[in-house]
């Protein structure tokens, strides 16, 4: 039996999602169309509204639906500080854990030499612009502790060290209230190569 | 059972090269082992939040994986953690993805380079303990292509096989070797000293180390065919800040 082309066409364009083969498209084509109509009413409009609203913010680069978002015109955070996260994901744990109250640049991806992911592929310069306003002193970078994410913070603070604009890392180690015991042979090398002094 | 058995490697002394996301939790390894070459393996689960590879699956740490499978594509079934090597940070961490790109280009897969490997091993020890980065490159490139069957020829002229001198001046022909400068118009223009001083790996003379480049680049690129190096031009946007 052939298939109708409108249920091709639907199986082919779910397979756009990460981790989605034709098996699972299929599954999820069918499930839409026969258990859930009004699911996939709401999905695809869901997926046409936020295509048409969403963008992003001129000062931070996260999703928005307006111009400048609300945690970059907030009076209430440092803005001397900004601190670059990968991912929006990433900026939420920041968030959660409480601990930080300057503003905050999101690259929407990393630096990835051996997938042809350059610097020009995560607009490095848009970073460095929002970072010379004048009134940033402060970057402080936390990007993933991947190899990738590393050579990202590398690159960002050859970028804005000779700029003038002092370049922090956040710090790696053991997880607090982490057990010796329990934590993995690669951090705990690494926590005593960056071991420091008490005082 | 014994079928199984065959299959399955213990502690292979290992790299990880490069990984790819593979379904919804799983990775796919690029390695180099000592032993087997290069192999892709899939790690089932190691992008869980609490999956025990995780922080394991490092690019540049010396790793004792095992794995099992008869098909192409492998499956991880442990990696140990070997140390001693530092993580590589800053220039020499760019330096360590360039290495991983040529071997990821220009190493076939399953194909044992036991030579190499320890080469290579050597290589991120000098990469995070030195910072004559561009030497470093040089005698590894060296290496690798020696490796891989293309010896270079370079106290001798080709052809004539007569000893190179080090005040004439040469033009490397690929897949050929070093023939005189006024022999023609082809190759790298080189000097004779700078032949001498790439066979014994002494890179203190700048203008041999510059003319070590171009050839190297030259060759390099011959044998790549026509797929780019991202690597090398992340290095050079990093050299142009």
Not at chain 1, 30 to 46: C, M, T, V, W
Request: glycine share 8%; proline share 4%; net charge neutral.
């Amino acid at each position: 039996m052939k298939t109708p082309t409108s249920l091709d066409h639907l199986i082919e364009s779910l397979r756009c999602l990460p981790g989605v083969g034709p098996k699972s498209a299929q599954r999820m084509a069918y499930h839409l169309l026969q258990r859930d109509q009004a699911g996939a009413k709401r999905l695809a409009h869901a997926l046409t509204h936020a295509l048409d609203t969403l963008r992003h913010c001129e000062k931070c680069n996260s999703f928005t639906e307006v111009e400048v978002c609300d945690l970059c015109l907030s009076p209430k955070r440092d803005d001397s500080l900004l601190c670059v996260v990968e991912m929006p994901a990433d900026l939420l744990m920041m968030e959660q854990a409480h601990c930080y109250r300057g503003l905050y640049f999101v690259l929407m991806g990393r630096l990835s030499p051996l997938d042809g992911v350059g610097p020009r592929e995560i607009h490095l310069d848009r970073l460095v612009r929002r970072a010379t306003d004048g009134i940033v002193q402060e970057v402080v970078l936390a990007t993933n502790f991947t190899v990738e994410g590393e050579a990202t913070a590398h690159y960002i603070s050859e970028l804005l060290t000779p700029r003038g604009i002092k370049v922090t890392r956040i710090a790696r180690g053991l997880p607090v209230g982490g057990e010796l015991e329990h934590v993995d042979s690669g951090t705990l090398a690494q926590a005593v190569l960056e071991r420091r002094n008490v005082s | 059972m014994v079928n199984a058995n065959k299959t399955r490697l213990e502690d292979q002394p290992a790299y990880v090269l490069h990984t790819y996301p593979y379904r919804e939790t799983s990775l796919i390894v690029e390695v180099f082992s000592q032993e087997h070459g290069r192999l892709p393996l899939v790690a089932r689960g190691a992008r869980r939040p609490k999956s025990a590879v995780r922080g394991l699956l490092l690019s540049f740490q010396p790793l004792a994986l095992s794995w099992f499978g008869k098909n192409e594509l492998r499956t991880l079934h442990s990696a140990e953690w070997q140390g001693g090597q530092p993580l590589l940070q800053g220039k020499a961490l760019i330096c360590g993805f360039y290495l991983n790109e040529l071997l990821l280009k220009l190493l076939h897969r399953d194909d044992p380079h036991e030579q190499l490997f320890l080469y290579y091993q050597q290589t991120l020890q000098e990469l995070a303990r030195r910072t004559d980065h561009a030497a470093i490159l040089r005698r590894f490139e060296k290496r690798l292509l020696q490796e891989l069957g293309y010896a270079l020829m370079l106290d001798r002229e080709a052809g004539t096989g007569q000893q190179v001198v080090a005040e004439e001046g040469y033009r490397y022909v690929i897949e050929h070797g070093p023939v005189r400068q006024s022999a023609g118009q082809n190759g790298v223009e080189l000097r004779g000293k700078t032949l001498l001083d790439l066979a014994v790996d002494d890179y203190t003379d700048p203008v041999t180390l510059q003319q070590g480049k171009a050839l190297m680049r030259t060759l390099i690129n011959h044998y790549l065919g026509d797929q780019p190096l991202h690597t090398r031009q992340l290095l050079k946007d990093l050299q142009q800040l």
